[in-house]
């Protein structure tokens, strides 16, 4: 059951394409709410309107926000006049969208003919706050690749929603966004993440595609209860669709949480069990006690013979984020709190510039998965193979 109240704005907080943050008077509180301004319209001070205050009366993780569900100032309002594809579909929210593989799109004869993602490198993250350090360290070593980002619909289903992508935008990070399943609001609707990586490349022209569901991931602390399963089946799809997967664990020393101390059992579950086909796992060289505990967990969850490790040097990466001035936040942690978290994120957008100039190598190595070793990949390019780090050498 949603609950409902009717409330009062008293004044706009903040816009950003497609939101508008506002501070509403509702049960005789001053509280914060958005407005998704495709959905309900425009907003404005003094406007009387109708909110969703679950998540936040439940204190339910969803940001401390209150959701308009419609403006009393606006009774009529006109949808998009193209499109037959709806998503959020049998809900009074469900929205018109047009899709690329519809035939009413002008790209609709470029989706029919698109079969293969040609080696283009696919970042596969888990968060959301690992697109920053991710497509921060992809300009930096490579200006002007075209970073493309494909939202699933494993969190936040506005693209709105992200405070991220307008910045990252701006700061020309990432160049077109494509939105898949029952996420909306990209430059490119997409029905599934098949096709959304096929637009991505084919439509959109990417160098790079980097893939994550948008803010909010969805966990309940069981091994598969959590939305970053879609993790090793995006590496299935990557591989099905002829490109390289490159996966981002999700690493963190600082986490309290011991499902989440190292590799988080996301990883762990995602790789290890939902993806049955190879990829690459960046992970930066850390100090000796964290890198032994790093691979002892991929050795013992079977994840490094399935997968192909790459090691990446953590220095380059980290002066490389600092450098960037970019905000880094997870969880309320920052670079300084969290440097694993950033640090492996960034790893992967340094492979994923390395895999751009030269795929075969990577793939190669995918193909010959199985064995003892790690590669290297350093910041000028080279790859080379090296032997697992035993415990004596910590």
């Known amino acids: ?70 403006n009393l100032r606006q009774r009529h309002l006109e949808g998009a006049t193209e499109g037959h594809i709806m998503k959020l579909r049998y809900t009074p929210c469900q929205v018109q969208v047009l899709a690329v593989e519809e035939d009413a ?19 596969i993250g888990t968060l959301h706050s690992m697109l920053a350090p991710v497509t921060a360290v992809i300009q930096a070593v490579a200006p002007g690749l075209k970073v493309v980002y494909v939202m699933t619909d494993g969190g936040a289903l506005p693209l709105y929603f992200s ?3 307008p910045y990252l935008r701006t700061r020309g990070y990432i160049q077109t966004t494509v939105t898949c399943g029952d996420a909306f609001g990209g430059d490119l609707e997409a029905v ?9 490349k084919v439509v959109a022209g990417a160098d790079v595609i980097v893939v994550s569901m948008g803010p909010g991931i969805v966990g309940t602390g069981s091994p598969f209860g959590h939305t970053a399963v879609e993790q090793g089946e995006i590496v299935n799809a990557a591989n099905i669709l002829e490109g390289l997967p490159i996966a981002v664990p999700r690493i963190s020393f600082a986490d309290p949480r011991q499902r989440h101390y190292g590799i988080s059992h996301h990883t762990l579950t995602a790789l290890g069990k939902i993806a049955l086909t190879p990829c690459l796992i960046p992970i930066p060289k850390l100090v000796p006690v964290k890198e032994y505990y790093l691979l002892r967990q991929l050795d013992e969850t079977g994840l490094l013979r399935k997968h ?30 969290d440097p694993d978290f950033f640090l492996t994120a960034g790893a992967a957008g340094l492979v994923a510039t390395v895999a751009r100039r030269n795929p075969e190598v990577f793939l190669e190595n995918l193909a010959a998965a199985g064995g003892r070793e790690v590669l290297h990949c350093g910041p000028e390019g080279t790859v080379r193979k090296e032997p697992l780090p035993q415990p004596s050498e910590s």
């Open 1 to 70: 059951m949603i609950r409902v109240r009717e409330g009062k704005v008293i004044a706009i907080l903040a816009k950003r394409p497609g939101a508008t943050e506002i501070l509403v008077e509702v049960d005789g509180n001053q509280d914060k709410a958005i407005n998704y301004d495709h959905l309900t319209g425009d907003v404005a001070a003094g406007d009387t309107v109708i909110l969703n205050t679950t998540a936040v009366t439940r204190k339910l993780g969803t940001g401390g926000y209150h959701y308009v569900m419609a």
């Open 105 to 123: 799109s002008p790209f609709a004869a470029q989706m029919r003919d698109a079969v293969s993602l040609k080696k283009t490198p696919v970042v």
């Open 163 to 165: 405070r991220l992508i």
């Open 192 to 200: 599934n993440i098949y096709t959304g990586l096929l637009a991505a």
């Open 308 to 337: 192909r490790v790459v090691q990446v040097d953590a220095d380059h990466v980290f002066e490389t984020l600092k450098r960037s001035g970019i905000p880094l936040e997870t969880m309320g942690r920052g670079l300084a709190e």
